[in-house]
């Protein structure tokens, strides 16, 4: 019986490793740098390579396009390009907005986000990680730029050198809002208003926009720019020989309580969502932004692009939000995706962390694991302490496993026996059920269950998978660092120390483990360790110590269960299912 929790095990870590590695969408090819990127031609900014000419129509499927929702607009008088700006900055600049969560820097041009650095959040090289790319297509639209029907008004006010109300914004001296405005003699007038903290968030901003062409309104969409979070880590690994455990970018949001995630590949067959959201936007493996929109109707437009950079292509998606009634009151979270972080904006939020199906048990492990780590101070070491506790409360079911499994191998002998009084019977004879009546009798006359040795272990399971899914999304681990050369427990072992120990603690349990299976049968599960050591090299180090720790459990676990009920029976050498069937 327990041959078949084994084969459940591998085929389930088969699947999750697949899954991880093996099925990795393919990447769209890299588009032109000498042209903006299919569908955003209208946000192409002048003087810029592959910009679109002023009056060129927005593409199909755009944002740029009517809502068929939406009432009709009465058409706006038709701007007057280079019109002399009255309402304007006299130069190109940037304005900060400092934050002790992070720095983020505006360009008074276009009134745009131009960088967004995390101050608690590294990259590889060590440095803050900004959530919005340097690195994007000519003519693609920044964080915050207005998007209109017009494409030669959505060039124009990317253009504009709109006034700031501030050079310098410090958040934590109490300044909290940040206006940008332009207003030109040919009547256009632009406000972009920018309050930050809002509802004491440290990673929400409230944002309001408007644009009037001879004081009537002018629908527009908001742009999210091309993100976002870690590019160097989400454009490494993805082939079999080097599987990536991280998600790249993707669109994500929430519908009547339904999360629904989609692919760049899905994106770019079905670019536009319309609907009502609790929200809507991007994510990547540990950050997301999203417009939360409450009950307005929204309008959303995707569009994925490849960029190059110094990893490697880097799939990145961007997306413009269009509001019902206008871009009045539109909240956006840019930020981590931190459990705690994210539910206290909104508890839908939390399920933007990608638990999978056991997200009710990983959610309690998350918040275990940070209490362990507030004593400790070492994720690390909080992820063994943890391991341990989950053990030790796990001992009496994996206690009733192993002495059911060696009472069957106890018994073995005469249940090979029995198979082998019939096993010359087809399995469709009637005959072959006086086998099974037998080995009934035997199992009820020697006081053994079957299936005691499968379910105690099997109950173990939802939480094996979950703390899995846990050490493999929390946020919480990254760029923790452990012990010497281990830096950061959400990335790999890079000397493959641990996956290696992992393996040999795997073979040590596996001999110790009572097996009713035959020899041929024994050989091939001692294949398993390999496997799994071949499947763990890659894997985050929070993960594989997990499992190392796991491994030591059980082998401790053994040793007391032997001395208790005493070690497993020798068999004699030599005998087989023929000799036994014989001698009964």
Not at 248 to 258: E, P, R, S
Not at 473 to 481: F, H, S, Y
Not at 521 to 547: C, D, E, H, N, R
Request: charged share 15%; aromatic share 10%; with cysteine.
């Amino acid at each position: 019986m327990e041959k078949r929790v084994l084969l459940a095990i591998t085929l389930s870590f088969v699947v999750l490793f697949a899954y991880q590695a093996l099925f990795v969408k393919p990447k769209p090819a890299p588009a032109p740098a000498s042209a903006p990127s299919a569908g955003r031609a209208a946000d192409a900014r002048p003087g810029q390579a592959g910009a679109a000419p002023a009056g060129t129509p927005p593409a199909a499927g755009t944002a740029a396009s009517v809502e068929p929702s939406e009432a009709p607009t009465p058409a706006a008088p038709a701007p007057a390009a280079g019109a002399e700006p009255l309402v304007a900055d006299t130069g190109e600049r940037d304005i900060v907005v400092d934050t002790p969560e992070f720095t983020a820097v505006f360009s008074n041009r276009g009134g745009v986000l131009t960088s967004y650095r995390l101050k608690t959040f590294l990259d590889d090289a060590g440095r803050p990680i900004d959530l919005v790319p340097s690195v994007v297509p000519s003519g693609a639209a920044r964080p915050f730029d207005l998007v209109f029907d017009d494409a030669g008004l959505t060039a124009r006010v990317a253009e504009a050198l709109f006034k700031p109300s501030d050079d310098r914004v410090d958040v934590g001296a109490g300044e909290r809002t940040l206006t940008f405005e332009y207003q030109d003699a040919g009547g256009l007038a632009v406000v972009k208003r920018f309050d930050f903290q809002q509802d004491g968030q440290p990673y929400l901003l409230l944002v309001n926009a408007q644009a009037t062409q001879g004081g009537q309104m002018v629908p527009a969409a908001l742009a999210s720019g091309p993100g976002l979070g870690d590019i160097a880590r989400a454009a490494g690994g993805g082939s079999f020989f080097s599987p990536s455990y991280y998600q790249k970018t993707q669109g994500i949001f929430n519908q009547a309580g339904d999360v629904t995630r989609l692919s760049s590949d899905q994106l770019a067959e079905q670019p536009v969502h319309e609907g009502t959201f609790s929200y809507i936007g991007h994510d990547d493996h540990y950050f997301l932004r999203v417009a939360l929109t409450g009950d307005r109707h929204t309008r959303v437009t995707y569009q994925p692009m490849t960029v190059q950079t110094e990893a490697g292509p880097r799939t990145l998606v961007s997306f413009d939000t269009r509001v019902r009634g206008g871009l009045s009151d539109v909240k956006v979270f840019l930020g981590p995706k931190q459990f705690d972080t994210l539910a206290s904006v909104d508890r839908e939020l939390t399920r933007t962390i990608n638990f999978g199906i056991f997200a009710f048990l990983a959610v309690p492990l998350l918040r275990a694991l940070n209490w362990v780590n507030d004593y400790v101070g070492n994720y690390g070491w909080a992820i063994i302490v943890l391991t341990a506790i989950i053990n030790l409360l796990m001992l009496p079911l994996r206690h009733k496993s192993v002495v059911s499994m060696r009472k069957m191998q106890e018994i073995q002998p005469q249940v090979q026996a029995i198979q082998a009084r019939y096993k010359h019977l087809k399995t469709t004879d009637p005959q072959r059920q006086k086998m099974n009546v037998e080995m009934m009798n035997l199992y009820r006359e020697k006081g053994v269950n079957p299936a005691s040795g499968c379910l105690p272990m099997l109950l173990t399971f939802p939480v094996l998978f979950a703390f899995y899914s846990l050490l493999s999304q929390a946020i919480e681990i990254r760029n923790a660092p452990f012990v010497g050369w281990i830096h950061d427990l959400s990335t790999f072992d890079p000397y493959y120390v641990t996956p290696l120990l992992m393996g040999a603690s795997m073979v040590i349990q596996q001999r110790m483990t009572p097996s009713t299976a035959d020899p041929v049968q024994q050989k091939v599960f001692m294949f398993m360790p390999i496997l799994f050591t071949f499947m763990f090299l890659w894997a985050p180090s929070g993960l594989v110590i997990y499992w190392f720790t796991s491994n030591l459990w059980a082998i401790g676990q053994q040793v007391l269960t032997n001395k208790l009920i005493g070690p497993p029976p020798a068999r004699p050498a030599g005998t087989t299912a023929k000799k036994a069937g014989a001698a009964a």
